[in-house]
């Protein structure tokens, strides 16, 4: 899968010449950036080696424990609710809309109990949306805390994600919007105080990022050399990735600092914020008009304000082996079809939490039915690529034909 959305080969070379400021400094001007962006407080950044590190950071930040109740999305990463039970607390699983992605503000109202503390509220694939006002006076001791791991510099009615409930995670690794390889961020709410995880990442791990993250650039040039690259690193233990404890078994993570590498690659990105939200808005324009001319497809319009992880579409029908027709489709246009998410609780083969087969009916067919186009710049908005599209169309009608038959 195409990731790194807005990081270039050149830029990871670029920025290993910056290490030399020291984890100190670099953390701080990222802090800092961060807090100008949102226009709050720096003290309100909370760094972190992960999203699902900054989750269970603010879970805590807000006396989530034993005995209370969380709401999370069914149609989610197994990162998210391996958080929960760590503190003592439950999980309670709701379905998303299919129409939105998100949560169905009535389902969810009737969802929270006298037990509810707290609301993973879901931005998936990156739109942002907001809990009306009325819900939230309705239950005013449940905390909203915005899954905005897909979401980073999404704005909702002209808002910055993140900023408008109790609090939100942040993701930076290697598929995300800004990608630092791995880190992510807590942004607290007014008030609420939390400390940094005191622990850094080894110099072994350091490497395997800068190894992995190499050769996810590499796979955005030329697939091939991509894939050379990390069969090598796979078979000299250079590739970083999630505990299989933490997929199989549904271990909470344990948080660390934001590596080094990953502020000095974060950075450059940032700063050059407004130029890759406009390359990214012109990029689904191009999806969206060639998805739009394939019948049976379903799009989510997305306020201007989004800035797409990567761009969803659903087949009309459930497919049995997803990543098969990801295949097939990748070979026909060119372009990385991705699967996410590929179950409710993705990846498939992860630890349920508890969940009930056929509970989440709408999570499971979005499950069945999403697939999703990469927003990189590594992809200019040109005639190549609307001929690429062109072929995704083309195979997609096939496709389409084919089953109907
Ligand atoms: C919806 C969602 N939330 C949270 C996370 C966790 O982010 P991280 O991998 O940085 O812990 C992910 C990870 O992919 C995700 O897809």
């Known amino acids: 899968m195409l990731t790194a959305n807005s990081l270039t080969l050149p830029m990871l070379l670029a920025a290993l010449p910056r290490l030399v400021a020291g984890r100190a400094a670099l953390r701080r001007r990222l802090r800092d950036e961060l807090a100008r962006l949102f226009g709050v407080d720096a003290r309100r950044?909370?760094?972190?080696?992960t999203g699902r590190a900054a989750l269970a950071l603010l879970l805590r930040a807000h006396g989530v424990g034993a005995g209370d109740e969380v709401i999370v999305p069914?149609?989610?990463?197994?990162?998210v609710p391996?958080?929960?039970?760590?503190?003592?607390?439950?999980?309670?699983?709701?379905?998303?809309?299919?129409?939105?992605?998100?949560?169905?503000?009535?389902?969810?109202?009737?969802?929270?109990?006298?037990?509810?503390?707290?609301?993973?509220?879901?931005?998936?694939?990156?739109?942002a949306c907001r809990v009306p006002d009325a819900l939230r006076l309705r239950h005013p001791r449940v905390v909203f805390l915005d899954d905005a791991a897909h979401g980073f510099a999404s704005q909702c009615d002209g808002q910055w994600l993140g900023t408008y409930h109790d609090g939100a995670f942040f993701s930076f690794e290697y598929s995300k919007n800004l990608s630092g390889g791995i880190g992510g961020f807590a942004l607290l709410p007014e008030g609420l105080a939390a400390e940094e995880p005191p622990v850094e990442l080894g110099a072994l791990d350091q490497l395997r990022l800068l190894a992995t993250l190499t050769g996810h650039l590499l796979a955005a040039r030329c697939a091939l050399a991509g894939r050379v690259w990390l069969a090598l690193a796979r078979r000299v233990g250079l590739i970083y990735r999630s505990s299989d404890a933490e997929v199989a078994d549904g271990v909470a993570h344990p948080p660390r600092a934001l590596p080094t590498l990953s502020a000095a690659l974060l950075l450059p990105q940032l700063a050059a914020l407004p130029a890759l939200l406009r390359h990214k808005q012109r990029l689904a324009e191009h999806y969206r008009a060639a998805l739009s001319a394939v019948p049976g497809l379903t799009l989510w319009p997305g306020a201007p304000g989004a800035h797409w992880v990567r761009y969803p579409f659903a087949l009309p029908q459930p497919v049995a082996d997803k990543a098969a027709l990801a295949r097939r489709l990748s070979a026909a246009c060119g372009l990385a079809i991705g699967v996410w998410f590929d179950d409710v609780i993705h990846p498939?083969?992860?630890?349920?939490?508890?969940?009930?087969?056929?509970?989440?009916?709408?999570?499971?067919?979005?499950?069945?039915?999403?697939?999703?186009?990469?927003?990189?710049?590594?992809?200019?908005?040109?005639?190549?690529?609307?001929?690429?599209l062109a072929r995704l169309a083309a195979a997609l009608a096939a496709y389409l034909k084919e089953t109907a038959a």
Do not use: K
Request: charged letters at 15%; proline letters at 6%; hydrophobic letters at 50%.
């Open 348 to 388: 498939a083969g992860s630890f349920r939490h508890g969940y009930l087969a056929g509970s989440a009916p709408e999570g499971e067919r979005l499950a069945a039915t999403v697939l999703n186009l990469p927003m990189n710049i590594a992809i200019a908005c040109d005639a190549a690529l609307d001929a690429r």
């Open 74 to 79: 069914a149609y989610t990463c197994v990162v």
């Open 45 to 49: 950044i909370v760094l972190t080696d």
């Open 82 to 127: 391996n958080q929960i039970p760590a503190l003592g607390a439950t999980i309670r699983w709701l379905d998303v809309s299919a129409a939105t992605l998100g949560f169905d503000w009535s389902r969810l109202d009737a969802a929270i109990g006298p037990a509810t503390r707290a609301v993973i509220v879901p931005h998936n694939f990156g739109p």
